[in-house]
């Protein structure tokens, strides 16, 4: 009897050994995984920080467009940085204006009351609208460019130099 009593307390101690290592190794564990929360709450919280200051970084450039919107609503039309070049329309707003009507039919082939009907019929056709980056031909100048590409056949470079307009345009229009 005593040998089972020593083999029980045996027993017994060694499962008191265990159950020893099995919580101090739990105390362990949950002292890691809490200074891992820690360590994961304070990079959270750093990281919220960063975005609020992104956000008011945000809300900022958001007021400055807001107050930014009415000046450019004051001037509508903004001037072409680089890529629209300056171009003489001196001969098409002085020198067309001032043509007899003998020049007119001599140059446009048609009388300037024709050339009138003929620009009131296509303008819902022709008709283009205006943007913030050019400023699109007008029906009228469209039409007499069409017109002096028929009556002259003249080229394309010379008609664009002539109606102030690039050669493209002038391919477009007739």
Same mark, same amino acid.
Request: aromatic share 12%.
């Given at each position: ?21 099995h919580v101090a190794l ?8 809490? +200074?891992?929360?820690? %360590?994961?709450?304070?990079? &959270?919280? *750093? ?5 609020? #200051? @992104? ?53 446009? +082939?048609?009388?300037? %009351?024709?050339?009138?009907? &003929?620009? *009131? ?5 022709? #008709? @283009? ?46």
């Amino acid at each position: 009897m005593e040998v089972i009593q020593q083999l029980v307390f045996a027993l017994l101690g060694f499962w008191f050994l265990v159950v020893t290592i099995h919580v101090a190794l739990s105390e362990r564990r949950l002292l890691a995984a809490k +200074r891992n929360t820690a %360590e994961k709450r304070r990079k &959270l919280l *750093a990281w919220v920080l960063r975005q609020e #200051e @992104k956000y008011t970084f945000v809300r900022q450039r958001q007021r400055w467009q807001r107050y930014r919107i009415p000046l450019f609503l004051i001037n509508q039309r903004r001037r072409p940085v680089t890529w629209a070049h300056c171009r003489a329309n001196e001969w098409w707003d002085v020198t067309i204006p001032e043509f007899t009507r003998t020049q007119w039919v001599h140059n446009f +082939r048609i009388s300037e %009351e024709t050339f009138s009907y &003929l620009c *009131a019929r296509l303008r819902p056709v022709m #008709e @283009k609208k205006s943007t913030n980056f050019r400023v699109s031909l007008p029906v009228r100048k469209r039409v007499a460019i069409a017109l002096w590409k028929l009556a002259t056949n003249s080229e394309y470079r010379s008609i664009s130099d002539l109606f102030g307009v690039s050669k493209s345009s002038v391919c477009r229009c007739v």
